[in-house]
């Protein structure tokens, strides 16, 4: 029997946990659901990450509510993906904030995305007509971006640390707590998706940037939030393996098929628990193969494209 198409299958609602990670800093997380998060400020409030629609979101902001009743004053988005940025006008933030290239993305193909993604993992778009439209970032940095916290809660640095999951991801990071959220360039104890990615540069670059900032707590793109020194540093060598394999199995294959087959066997008896690992792994191998083949830039996913490549390569 064919497996059904990604995510479409799973319907079953995630446990979301609420922690607070040091004073005024939370993370929402969510057995592998993207996970989102807010820091305070001393008289507003920074959200992170914005989840699939406003439904959604309204959710996540009536558990954060019971802790604080600051204002919004911004949304920090990670990157483009549909599922991260479409819930935004729930927020009711003075300023959204993102990587100059996440808005440029979001221009060139946040409609297809949204369609994309919907298609994929359809669970995750709790009333999907709740949905204004496309989110625009309103504020946008090239390399960073501080916030000053106010009193003595210290600063909020938001730092590009290169081409990775996507081509404009940033990584939130707080000097003072030692705390990360390092949206989809780091997971723990999920699959990576990396349909959007530049491998290369993630694997070696763009993660040693990451981990030189010194983390003593990160909070993934989807997965538990890692602790400790020794928790982060093996969030982040799970998530350079993931692709360090990847690029061995696709570089070695003689075609896109193989490479899925080779890819596979290669990662499943580490990966293939954990969340979204059936479901990424032909997109993953898709534009991987594009990109050792000298494919730039990753080719736009669009609904019919996810179906075309799901269909050649999962069994
Ligand atoms: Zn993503």
């Known amino acids: 029997m064919a497996r059904p198409f990604a995510s479409s299958a799973d319907l079953d ?9 040091a004073e005024g800093v939370y993370a929402l997380t969510a057995e592998g659901d993207p996970n989102v998060g807010a820091i305070e400020g001393e008289d507003f409030l920074v959200c992170f990450e914005a989840l699939a629609t406003p439904v959604a979101a309204r959710e996540w902001l009536a558990r954060l509510r019971e802790h604080t009743d600051k204002p919004i004053r911004y949304l920090v988005l990670s990157h483009y993906h549909a599922v991260r940025v479409l819930g ?13 290239k996440t808005r440029e993305l979001i221009a060139e193909r946040g409609e297809q995305d949204w369609a994309s993604e919907y298609a994929r993992m359809p669970r995750l778009f709790k009333d ?49 707590q030692r705390i990360m959220f390092a949206g989809d360039l780091v997971e723990s104890q999920a699959a990576l998706y990396t349909g959007d990615a530049f491998h290369r540069e993630w694997s070696s670059a763009t993660l040693d940037r990451v981990a ?8 993934g793109g989807r997965g538990a939030v890692a602790r400790g020194k020794e928790g982060v540093a093996a ?28 890819t596979h066997r290669a990662l499943a008896p580490r990966y293939g628990s954990w969340p979204i690992f059936e479901h990424c792994l032909p997109f ?32």
């Open 284 to 315: 993953n191998v898709s534009r991987l193969w594009d990109e050792l083949h000298g494919v730039e830039r990753p080719r736009i996913w669009t609904a019919e494209r996810d179906r075309e490549v799901w269909d050649q390569l999962q069994p």
């Open 128 to 176: 999907p007509g709740s949905i204004p439209g496309l989110t625009w970032p309103t504020v946008t940095f090239g390399d960073r971006l501080t916030i000053h916290l106010g009193g003595d809660r210290g600063e909020l640095v938001l730092r590009y640390c290169g081409r990775g999951h996507t081509e404009g991801d940033l990584v939130a990071w707080l000097p003072r």
């Open 235 to 262: 969030a982040i060598a799970q998530t350079r393996d993931f692709l360090t394999v990847m690029l061995r199995e696709v570089g070695a294959a003689g075609s896109l098929k193989e490479a899925f087959e080779r």
């Open 212 to 219: 030189a900032l010194g983390a003593e707590t990160l909070v």
């Open 13 to 21: 609602d995630k446990q979301q946990v609420l922690e607070v990670l």
């Open 88 to 100: 935004a006008s729930a927020f009711g933030a003075r300023m959204i904030v993102a990587h100059e």
